[in-house]
């Protein structure tokens, strides 16, 4: 089933048949148009609602007084005498946080509490709002009014700026500028003796810590000097003593390396030495020392002579010669002479290694002795070290505190200087704030119209009726035969009139009974509707068309029996003979539209009393006879399953080209579910804005579970006039009757009869008015 918010949002299937998404705005217009008095009685009722809660609302006054908050004080001492308190000095973030910190001070219970206390706000009529004839009231304690005169202030920061702008909101004027004016002197109060308050504490720890730092620093002085008693060090600092001792063991150090490489050289001296007297003697050494020594080159030169002597002598005397013996003597006794000379010199080289290596014991003992000693002036250094340190350290502390004592008693005296100063105090207010009557009913409008809207939507989304020709075809499944206007409100309706006469439309014919509307206003919209409706139920099978038809609905009161009667006659005025047949045998009702009785009738064929040609009988419309009911039968189903039925049914349709059978609604009764198997075609009536999907539904399943064919569907009672159900394709429906009455007159005019009409009334050959889009 479609309704019209389906349509809003569903897709649009074009000759191709693909699908797309379309957004149609005269559908959402539609929905508005159509619930347009609930969005009107929403936006009425929210404004109407808004308007007295804001009028009924007392006048609220705003008094705001402007106070600057400077990052620091001014500094009367000089950039290097700090504040004891901190402020946003720092960076652009710790300005930032100084600020938000403010803020909320000016907003804090203890600022609030000093104005309360200092003006009785506890007790306080105007503040409270007790009125001036109540006698006896109950004052509140500071704490709650404290915190009701923290919901009245307003704390704005001036962009861009050192300004705070401390606002009171109250009723009365005088007492929102009294206590603006009155916070503004609470916080500058407060900053100032907080500053104090920091300042005196600051002093009197920092004296307490200079007495304590004084003491600590005359111990340690004490202590260094009996350290300098103990340890003889009065005359010479240890400085010096480690100086000496340092330079000391270099001297030692370098003489050890002097001497114990000497030593190592006068041990490769005598090793070569005995070496060389193990291999060639004693004469024959070779060292420097010897060969250096002016004695024995003298010893040797003569011993060379004497040599020359001696062999020169040897030639020409034999051994035992005197002179050969006297020059062996000689020889012998420089020999002597060099061996006693080298021995000399040898036992100077050992005399002078042992002397050496004396020497270098004493030196090494002395390196260790001096090791000693500086290993005792470090352990001493370290101590007094240590001692010397801790003095300096509490005279440095003590220096400190003591220089920022004298700071903090000179800022002490000073603090009285702040950086918080009111800048300008509150007036009192002339204008209230609130209720600002303006901008609520502004808002009303809007939440009204938006509300408005939504609660069209919704009550839309939550209608479950069939209204359109997309809810027959598409949430239905049947073929949408067409519309069947509203009869009653065409007749009454003043702004009709006024537009037949403007489109020369016929009179309508109100006198007769209003299922015979059609046949009393044969070119009427109505007429013309069931005439497309006839023409539509003949194409759908042009070979062989639907000769007997079951006209039903899914609910009582839907309009069922006008439309079988409808479409009767627009058959009967197409030259067909057609029979209305009364099968309603449970409240029939087609006999009083042609204003017969209903004494025999379909029931009294069924049982085989009469034939049934004596029990037709015809009508003020030519061309078509009606089978009354008859006499109520307690079992209607039972008749309608008897053999007997079948052959009524078989005989009227011998007797006639068209039998249109008026049935009871289905969901009531199974009569309908019964008679769509004996018929060629069934069709459902839909009342618009009636009929509820889920009913239609349901009736549809019951005649398809058994069988029966189901042509289509009519929608019914639909008001073509009314803008919050006519889509722009029943446009056509509607005017065609006024084209109908402008043609006529124009035909009139021009003499030529109205045999057109005429025969657009008998024959049927008129085409049908253009259907809406998938019809």
Known sequence: MRSMQDQIADAVTPAGGETQKAFDIWAYLQVLRKRKWHALFFLAAVVGLVTFYTLRQPKVYRATATVQIDPQAPRVLGEKVEAVTEMGTGSYWSNQEYYE???????????????????????????????????????????????????????DPVKDSRLVAISVDHTDQGLAQLLSNAVADAYVEYNRDVALESTVNARDWLIKQAETWAKTLRDAEQRAVDFRKINNLLSVNLEDQRNQVANEMDWVAQRLSETRSHRLQLEAKKAEIE??????????????????????????????????????????????????????????????????????????????????????????????????????????????????????????????????????????????????????????PEVPIRPRVKLNLALAIVIGLLGGIGL???????????????????????????????????????????????????????????????????????????????????????????????????????????????????????????????????????????????????STAILGMRKVEELVRPTQVPGLDILTCGPIPPNPAELIHTERFK??????????????????????????????????????????????????????????????????????????????????HYYYYRKYGYYYGAREDEAKKSKSGNGDDQAGDTNGDRAPPPAAPGS
């Open 275 to 428: 070496e060389q007297v193990r291999k060639r003697g004693v004469t024959s050494v070779s060292i420097a020392e010897v060969l250096a020594s002016p004695v024995l080159q003298t010893m040797k030169a003569r011993l060379f002579e004497k040599n020359l002597e001696r062999d020169s002598l040897a030639q020409i005397a034999a051994e035992n010669w005197p002179e050969m013996r006297q020059r062996d003597t000689e020889l012998e006794t420089i020999r002597t002479g060099i061996r006693q000379e080298v021995q000399t010199i040898l036992r100077a080289i050992d005399a002078d290694y042992t002397e050496t290596a004396a020497y270098e014991q004493q030196l090494v003992a002395r390196q260790s002795e001096l090791q000693e000693q500086a290993i005792a002036l470090g352990g001493k250094e370290l101590t007094y070290t240590q001692l010397v340190r801790e003095k300096e350290n509490a005279e440095r502390i003590y220096q400190l505190i003591n220089n920022r004592s004298e700071e903090t008693t000179l800022s002490t005296e000073l603090s009285q200087i702040n950086n918080v100063r009111v800048l300008d105090p509150a007036l009192r």
């Open 647 to 728: 052959e009524v049914v078989a005989q009227l349709e011998r007797l006639y080209d068209r039998v249109v059978f008026d049935s009871p609604p289905i969901i009531a009764v199974t009569d309908p579910v019964i008679l769509s198997r004996h018929v060629d075609g069934a069709i459902l009536v839909v009342k618009s804005m009636v009929t509820n999907r889920r009913a239609a539904k349901f009736a549809v399943k019951q005649m398809r579970d058994v069988g029966g064919n189901i042509l289509g569907a009519v929608l019914n009672d639909l008001d073509l006039e009314n803008r919050e159900y006519g889509y722009y």
């Open 456 to 602: 069209a939507f919704l009550l839309e989304a939550l209608d479950t009726s069939v209204k359109t020709q997309e809810d027959v075809e598409k949430g239905l499944g049947l073929a949408f035969l067409g519309i069947i206007p509203t009869f009653t409100g065409e007749a009454s309706s003043r702004r009709r009139r006024r537009r037949r006469r403007k489109h020369r439309a016929p009179e309508l014919r109100t006198t007769g009974h209003p299922d015979l509307f059609c046949h009393d206003n044969p070119k009427s919209s109505a007429a013309e509707c069931c005439r497309s409706i006839r023409t539509n139920i003949l194409f759908m099978s042009p070979d062989r068309p639907p000769r007997k038809l079951l006209v039903t609905s899914a609910s009582p009161q839907e309009g069922k029996t006008t439309v079988a009667i409808s479409l009767a006659i627009t058959m009967a005025q197409s030259g067909s003979r057609v029979l209305i047949v009364d099968s309603d045998m449970r409240r029939p009702r087609v006999h009083t539209a042609f204003g017969l009785e209903n004494e025999d009738g379909l």
């Open 101 to 155: 910190t403010q803020y909320h001070i000016i907003r804090s219970f203890e600022v609030a509490s000093r104005v309360v206390a200092l003006h009785s706000l506890g007790a306080n009529r105007t503040f409270l709002g007790v009125p001036e004839d109540l006698d006896v009231y109950e004052p509140l304690s500071d704490a709650m009014a404290t915190e009701m005169l923290r919901g009245m202030i307003v704390v």
